[in-house]
C-alpha cells in the first residue's frame, strides 16, 4: 500500500505581512511585527543564548582545514590509493598516467581515455555529471549560496541545547548553552562541508557530509579541538561529494547520498560497515530523510522523480511525473 503523503497544513504557517521571524520553539516559527515593543519582548526572551557573530568568527579564518596538516612525501602508487579513496577510478588514472614510470604512464593512459570516453556518454544524459566538486555542490547543497556563504550547514541537537554551524573554512563549531567551551571540529579529511545531522538518542555524536565521505565525531563538550581519535571517516571508492545525511530514529544507522550518483550509502556506524543502495536512472541523489518512525527512507533524484525505500527489505516505490526535480 501506499504511504500517506504529509500535507504543508500541518506545519507552521508562514508570517503575516508585515512581520518577521524571530526564532523556532519547540517545532513551531515564532514571528512579531517589526516595531521596537514587540522586538524588546522577543529579545528579552532570547536573552540567555549566546550570541555568534557568524562572519566575523568565520571569516577570519580563510584557510581550509587540509592546510592546517603538514604535507607528507608519498610514492606515485601511494598518491594513486589515496586519491582511488577520495576521486575514485578517474583520478587514480589519471594520478598514474602523469608518473615517471613509462610503461605505467602508458598504459593508465590508455585506460583513463576508455574511462572518460564511457563517462561522456552518461555525462550526455545528466550533464551534471561533468561538474567539478565545487559546482556540483553550488548546485545540489542545501545552502542557498554554498561557494560565497560564510555558513554551509547548520544543525540543531535534538535534545541538547547545541548548535553545530560549519563554515566556509571547513571547520565546524558547536555552541552550547550551557557550556562556555565551544568545540571546533577540524581534519584533512573533512573538506567541502555540504550538511551535519546529530545522531539521535546520544547527547555528543554528530555526523559532517563533505567531499570525500561522512567524518563522524564524538564531541566532548570540554574540549576545545579534538584530536582524530574522536573522529571516524567513512568512505566508499569514488563517492562523493556528499550532499545529505540522516541518521534512522535509533541512531543505529547513517544514510548518506551524493549527487554524483544514485546510490545511496547505509552505515552502520559502531562497525564502520556499509551497504550500498542502487537503482538505475535518475542521475544521482542530492537529498534523503529517514522517516520519525524509521519504516522508510525517502530520497530525491535530479531528475522528476523521487524513490521511497522500505526499510525492512529495502525495496523502493518511485514517485514520477513531478514537474520539476526534488
Known amino acids: 500500500s501506499r504511504m500517506s503523503m504529509a500535507s504543508l497544513s500541518l506545519g507552521s ?16 516559527y515564532h514571528h512579531e511585527l517589526s516595531d521596537e ?9 532570547l536573552s540567555g543564548y549566546p550570541t555568534v557573530m557568524v562572519k566575523t568568527q568565520l571569516s577570519s579564518s580563510a584557510v581550509s582545514s587540509h592546510d592546517a596538516f603538514l604535507p607528507q612525501e608519498e610514492t606515485l602508487w601511494q598518491r594513486a590509493w589515496r586519491e582511488w579513496k577520495v576521486s575514485g577510478l578517474s583520478a587514480a588514472l589519471e594520478n598514474l598516467a602523469e608518473g615517471d614510470e613509462p610503461w605505467v604512464s602508458s598504459l593508465c593512459g590508455c585506460l583513463l581515455s576508455l574511462v572518460r570516453w564511457v563517462g561522456s556518454l552518461h555525462g550526455w544524459l545528466y550533464p551534471h555529471l561533468k561538474f567539478s566538486c565545487n559546482e556540483m555542490l553550488v548546485e545540489f547543497s542545501q545552502a542557498s549560496d554554498w561557494s560565497n556563504s560564510a555558513v554551509r550547514a547548520i544543525a540543531w541537537h535534538p535534545i541538547a541545547p547545541k548548535l553545530a554551524v560549519a563554515g566556509n573554512d571547513d571547520v565546524v563549531r558547536v555552541f552550547c548553552l550551557v ?3 565551544w568545540p571546533q571540529l577540524k581534519h584533512k579529511s573533512q573538506q567541502h562541508i555540504a550538511c551535519l545531522a546529530w545522531r539521535p538518542l546520544a547527547r555528543n ?14 564531541v566532548d563538550p570540554q574540549v576545545m579541538r579534538p584530536s582524530s581519535n574522536a573522529m571516524q571517516h567513512l568512505t566508499y571508492s569514488g563517492y562523493g561529494p556528499i550532499t545529505s545525511v540522516s541518521w534512522s530514529p535509533t541512531g543505529h544507522l547513517l544514510a548518506a547520498c551524493s549527487p554524483s550518483t544514485t546510490r545511496i550509502m547505509i552505515w552502520s556506524v559502531a562497525s564502520e560497515c556499509v551497504v550500498p543502495l542502487h537503482r538505475f536512472g535518475g542521475g544521482g541523489t542530492p537529498f534523503l530523510s529517514w522517516s520519525p518512525d524509521g519504516s522508510h527512507v525517502i530520497s530525491s533524484t535530479v531528475s522528476k522523480f523521487f524513490r521511497v525505500w522500505e526499510t525492512q527489505t529495502w525495496t523502493c516505490e518511485k514517485y514520477t511525473n513531478l514537474s520539476d526535480r526534488c
Open 13 to 28: 504557517p508562514p508570517p503575516p505581512l508585515g512581520a518577521w521571524t524571530t526564532c523556532e520553539r519547540n517545532c513551531e
Open 37 to 45: 515593543q514587540e522586538y524588546s519582548q522577543s529579545a528579552s526572551q
Open 179 to 181: 557550556t562556555e567551551t
Open 205 to 218: 555524536c554528530l555526523a559532517v557530509g563533505c567531499r570525500s565521505g561522512v567524518v563522524v565525531w564524538e
